[in-house]
């Protein structure tokens, strides 16, 4: 005799072994319980979420002869159910009884009174799929059903079924399963099966299994057939040809380093080793998105597939903007991968156009705003020459706005070093670093996104005075972008507008460590520097000037004598 496949092993037996559908659980359990199950009821939602485990659960509970513990698992009913001879539970699959003449003998044989439990109970699997006369048919008997009688339709396609037929049922949407609970689950079956599943491989079978237990437990059985017991996160990649996780690392490395060579070595031996490229994208546009989530939040708990340290390594020096530009060309090649005869190619060409972006997707420069163009005014004047006298029209030139010098742009202030920021902290206090971390903290914790919040929330607080404030840094890049002396420019304005009037700086936090323990034994010794001297930007000084009037304006331009003004007629 077959051994039973895991899935059917370890279906779940009770309500409580249900994994992942909480809400379902408590919702059958609470109808059980107050004795107001209903007549019909849709299970929708996608595969190997439990659907049919849990349609079998509530017509073996119906059924059961303690309600007090239904399923109890130990009566006459409820083991007739388990082994699968019930007389009053009758399983149908759509797909193959699709025809009203299947539907309309089933109804006929409904109405027949239970021959061993209190309810004839009837599961429809696929349901979507009965034809549109079946499903007319079945409509009748939802609507006017016996009394003994429970129908509990499953489907993949929920949207396939006629309203009136959903309308009639107690709906039920299944979620997919949570990928931790997948994975806590499958080294729980590996304990009780004997045999080692690490759990990084548990976690990729369940990031393989999209949210479906049933395809966890099949994968995983078949990875403790190929890995003899000894189930590893290699074996895995081995078998589904996954990329493993420095693989990726490396291959972005190359990307970022713009290494052609490298990137299309790693792309041929991926190739020979059977990995699957649209896989590898997919891969891809996850690692970046959370290279993203890690700029923006520094928050490990809202990872997906990388490590605190592969984050850290992935950011280094890279933009939130430079990652996004290279997720859409991912996405784009995901795209065409659809029509593409040559699978590889199209990834060598996204490839390349990832060096690309890594190129020019830094942030840009602050340039402050253009002055709004004004709109041109015409003034009427006589002009007199010795040959004729004639009426024109002036325009007088635009104001042309203020250009910003390219030269200037990307210069940056002087960046602290040791001694410096050791002369910076002479003047910074714990009063004033509390008030400005409440104001920052108000900042940063809301929904609003801007540049600058971008960049709040990549640093943290190191140090504050009455004139200045000191960011600590994960990485360089920020602290060189912090220090590009437009950028300052507009981070201290938009700080002054919202109650920090101070001179922002940044420093790595390697940097900060190492100042902090020479700032101690400066301090203990006696031997500290002078305060740094502080300039805040100054605001550029005002001219107020008398609008002149239109005469005046032409007199200006064309001088006095040889300019006539002339009344208008009244």
Known sequence: MS?????QKYRSQTFDEVVGQEYVVRSIKN?????KVGHAYLFCGPRGTGKTTMARLLARAVNCENPAEAPCGHCEDCKAAMEGTHPDIIEINAANETHVE????????SRLA???G???VYIIDEVHQLSTSAASALLKTLEEPPEHVIFILATTDPQKLINTII???QRFDFSKVDTVLIRDHLLDIASKEKFHLDQNAAEKIAELSDGGMRDALSILEQAASYSADNITEESIDEIYGLASSEEKIGLLDDVFAKNLAGVLNRITNAEQHGIDLKRLTSDLISALKDGVIWNYTSDASLLHVLTEQQARHVTEGHSSRELLDMIRTLMDAQNQYRNAQNTAQVFEIACMELMTASETGMEKPYEPALKEETRPVSIHASMHTDAVKETVTIQPEEEKPEQ???????????????DHLTAFLVSCT???????DENLKRLTGGVQMNRYIGVLRQCELGASGTDRILFICRTQAVVNQISESDFNRGFYEYLKSNGIDKMPFAASSDLYDEVKSHFASLMRSGDLPEAMVIHRYEEPEKTEEKELTPEEKTIRLFGAENVEIIEGEK
């Open 3 to 7: 051994r039973l496949a895991l899935y």
């Open 31 to 35: 109808a059980l319980k107050e004795n």
């Open 102 to 109: 299947d539907i309309r003998d089933l109804i006929e044989r």
């Open 114 to 116: 239970p021959m061993m």
């Open 118 to 120: 209190k309810h004839k």
């Open 167 to 169: 309308s009639r049922c």
């Open 404 to 418: 910003v010098s390219r030269s200037d742009s990307g210069k940056k202030i002087e960046l602290l070093d040791l």
């Open 430 to 436: 714990k009063a004033d670093k509390k008030a400005d």
